[in-house]
């Protein structure tokens, strides 16, 4: 099976533009998970999306979103970017059957950086 | 807010030493994750505990979890250079959500 993809790998912006950046999770896997890790702040959870529907949030501000298609490819938004936003967004998917314990699978991560 | 606490935050070790980490919760999780991230790369999972006072091999990586849930370590006998990199423990709850803690980099010298 191939694993988790993320496009793009690298995406520089700059201040007040919106990105927006795809997971494709391994197949058959409904859970999808999105992840900020930056240096000061290390691995922080955004969001998980599962069979379409935000299931569990993080604490970010609104200008994160996020979304799920029928395939269970997913995709997330930030607008307005600010400096701090700058980080290495990762995907994780699952194939979730509401264990807490359930193996995620990480993508290599989409680097963002924000000039 | 469930926090995790991971020490040390660095390491650099020669090749053969011995090292633990360690990784504190002020919560209990329903579980903890290990898992280890390479450069340009996302965090593999290394091992799951569940059970309070469980221990779990892998290979020269010794698992612990606290016998009260709330913390746990790594330990790696003879050290090698491809074990560098950075270590993550993650606590589960709330069904996929991880509580990460800050890391460990670890670096081993031949």
């Known amino acids: 099976k191939a694993g988790v993809t993320q496009t793009p790998r690298y995406l520089i912006k700059t201040r007040g533009q919106q990105v927006t950046l795809s997971c494709s999770p391994i197949s058959g896997h409904r859970s999808v998970s999105w992840y900020q890790q930056t240096p000061g702040q290390g691995l922080q959870f955004l969001f998980e999306y599962f069979s379409e529907t935000q299931r569990n949030k993080g604490n970010f501000p609104g200008r994160f979103s996020g979304r799920q298609f029928s395939n269970s490819r997913s995709e997330m938004n930030v607008s307005t970017l600010e400096l701090g936003d700058s980080a290495l967004y990762l995907c994780?998917?699952?194939?979730?059957?509401?264990?807490?314990?359930?193996?995620?699978?990480f993508g290599p991560g989409t680097r963002l950086t924000v000039l | 807010t469930q926090l995790l606490e991971q020490s040390p935050q660095f390491l650099s070790i020669q090749e053969g030493e011995n090292l633990t980490v360690y990784c504190n919760s002020s919560?209990?999780?329903?579980?903890l994750q290990w898992y280890r991230q390479e450069p340009g790369e996302g965090p593999v999972l290394l091992v799951t505990?569940?059970?309070?006072?469980e221990v779990k091999k892998l290979k020269r990586l010794t698992f612990q979890f606290g016998d009260a849930r709330k913390d746990s370590s790594l330990h790696i006998t003879a050290a090698q250079p491809g074990d560098t990199g950075l270590y993550l423990c993650a606590g589960v709850w709330a069904g996929n959500m991880l509580t990460f803690g800050g890391g460990t980099r670890l670096m081993v010298k031949p």
């Open positions: 919560s209990v999780f329903s579980s």
């Open positions: 994780a998917s699952s194939n979730d059957g509401g264990r807490a314990a359930d193996t995620q699978y």
């Open positions: 505990v569940v059970t309070g006072g």
